[in-house]
């Protein structure tokens, strides 16, 4: 699926959207630029499950929790994961199973991953500012 949003309220509905379809154990990977909103989308998909805490980039913590009404949220960012040995030294296959997990820079850690995911990849529009195309695999969001 491919959705063009021109600002980041479209990002975070196009988030809400996808958020409304899952059961809550699933792996959500991100793909994209610095920049590229993977942080705001996952805040779309934290506002749909009424999360307490405002959403930020995991980048200097590798790990965020959020509690949501309904299940956790758990929001790596995997930029400076670079094996299996980084990889579990986060606790990361501790959360598999006990809620949402996202992931930002998620090709770092590609091949550590379970088949069944669902990847958003986000691309700048390097014409419009805030214009972004964002494709999404593995779930069926309309």
Do not use: C
């Amino acid at each position: 699926m491919k959705v063009i949003t021109k600002n980041t309220h479209e990002t975070e509905e196009l988030a809400h959207k996808l958020a409304s379809k899952l059961r809550g154990d699933e792996i959500i990977v991100f793909y994209g630029d610095l920049g590229a909103g993977k942080t705001t989308f996952t805040k779309g998909i934290a506002k749909y499950f009424r999360t307490k805490e405002d959403v930020s980039s995991p980048t200097y913590a590798i790990a965020h929790e959020y509690e949501g009404d309904k299940l956790k949220i758990y929001h790596f960012d995997m930029y400076r994961i670079t094996s299996y040995e980084d990889l579990e030294s986060t606790g990361f296959f501790d959360y598999m199973g006990k809620g949402l997990i996202i992931i930002e820079w998620s090709e770092n850690i590609e091949k550590f991953l379970p088949e069944k995911i669902v990847k958003v990849r986000i691309d700048k529009d390097p014409e419009a500012e805030t214009r972004r195309t964002i494709y999404i695999e593995g779930i069926e969001v309309q």
